[in-house]
């Protein structure tokens, strides 16, 4: 047994498939499959439920899975410590994001930590809000950036940064020529709005009805992206995070208009595992993110998952 094995052991659950964790390790499918019958025939157990699908630990394999990870967590942490007695970031530092933090915006982050640490090893995934969670959970990532933070008894959250929501309308609406509106001109107003079942239609609609305002929801999507192409079609406006609009308005395919009576803004945040330590490197990496709190100045490139927003009172 080494710790190689339990780290496919580790992805194989995480995963719930033989062949991603493979991959993910650079073996074959059937070589994690011997992993984890070496595994059960030394502890002389069943780990894996096979007959099922998708793949999920026995309850031995659970108690196995949760001990292995501390054990990883426990050597990762201290090979990165060991390195940083050499004061050189060469940890790995692995994270999750949702869609419409932005390719772009985080990809200048990463170039930037390797550039400062050439020796660090980062890898950035792109994931639905609930798979960006889970990953964190399960190990599979180090941090995660969501909108709408929330800590609980497993994750722990941090804000980030604030993003103004602005009233995204297509260039030739009646709109789109105006520096501000108020809220009470979205009365009766076509709307593409996100599904009722997400956060951000929630706060959106809790906004309005503050207001006494009743638009017209004409479309409903559960993702910023396609509520951005209804909306270039003349459609309807939108309420939508600032930054994901950016590239849009700088391109003439929409137009954004600041909202006068009320200042809306989606948090997003930076998350991760309860009692698990920080490696030196994961925390550098979280240095870095939190001195562009503020940064207003990019692009975000993709937006295409459900977001959160907060409202805030206008000062």
């Given at each position: ?8 052991f580790c992805?194989?659950v ?24 070496q ?10 439920e096979?007959?099922?699908?998708p ?45 419409s ?11 930037e930590?390797?550039?400062?640490h ?9 994931l639905?809000?609930?798979r960006v969670?889970?990953?964190?959970e ?16 497993t994750i ?13 309308c ?51 999507f559960?993702?910023?992206?396609t509520?951005?192409?209804?909306i ?15 590239r849009e ?10 909202i006068?009576?009320?200042e809306?803004?989606?948090?997003l ?6 009692g698990?330590?920080?490696a030196?490197?994961?925390?550098r990496?979280i ?7 503020h940064?207003?100045d ?13 409202a805030?009172?206008?000062s």
């Amino acid at each position: 047994m080494n710790l190689k094995s339990l780290k496919i052991f580790c992805d194989i659950v995480s995963r719930r498939s033989f062949s991603r964790a493979a991959e993910d390790n650079g073996i074959s499918q059937s070589g994690a499959s011997q992993v984890v019958s070496q595994l059960e025939n030394r502890l002389g157990v069943q780990l894996i439920e096979r007959s099922k699908r998708p793949l999920s630990p026995t309850r031995e394999g659970q108690v196995f899975l949760d001990g292995c990870r501390k054990i990883i967590d426990r050597y990762d942490a201290l090979e990165d410590e060991v390195r940083s007695l050499h004061e050189q970031v060469a940890g790995r530092v692995r994270v999750a994001a949702i869609y419409s933090v932005g390719l772009h915006h985080m990809s200048r982050y990463l170039q930037e930590f390797m550039s400062q640490h050439p020796k660090a090893n980062v890898r950035l995934e792109y994931l639905h809000p609930e798979r960006v969670l889970e990953a964190v959970e399960s190990g599979e990532a180090d941090i995660g950036v969501v909108s709408y933070p929330r800590s609980t008894r497993t994750i722990h959250a941090e804000p980030w940064r604030e993003e103004p929501m602005v009233l995204a309308c297509a260039p030739g609406h009646a709109f789109a020529g105006r520096e501000t509106i108020q809220l009470a001109d979205l009365d009766g107003q076509a709307m593409v709005s996100f599904d009722p079942d997400l956060v951000i239609r929630h706060e959106i609609d809790r906004v309005f009805a503050a207001h006494h305002v009743e638009p017209n929801v004409v479309m409903e999507f559960d993702n910023i992206e396609t509520i951005k192409r209804a909306i270039e079609i003349d459609a309807g406006v939108a309420l939508l995070p600032e930054p994901t609009v950016l590239r849009e308005v700088a391109a003439g395919t929409l137009a954004s208009v600041r909202i006068d009576d009320e200042e809306l803004v989606r948090p997003l945040g930076i998350i991760h595992a309860r009692g698990k330590p920080l490696a030196p490197t994961v925390r550098r990496f979280i240095e870095l993110l939190r001195g562009h709190a503020h940064d207003t100045d990019s692009p975000f490139a993709d937006a295409a998952e459900p977001d959160a927003v907060h409202a805030a009172a206008h000062s």
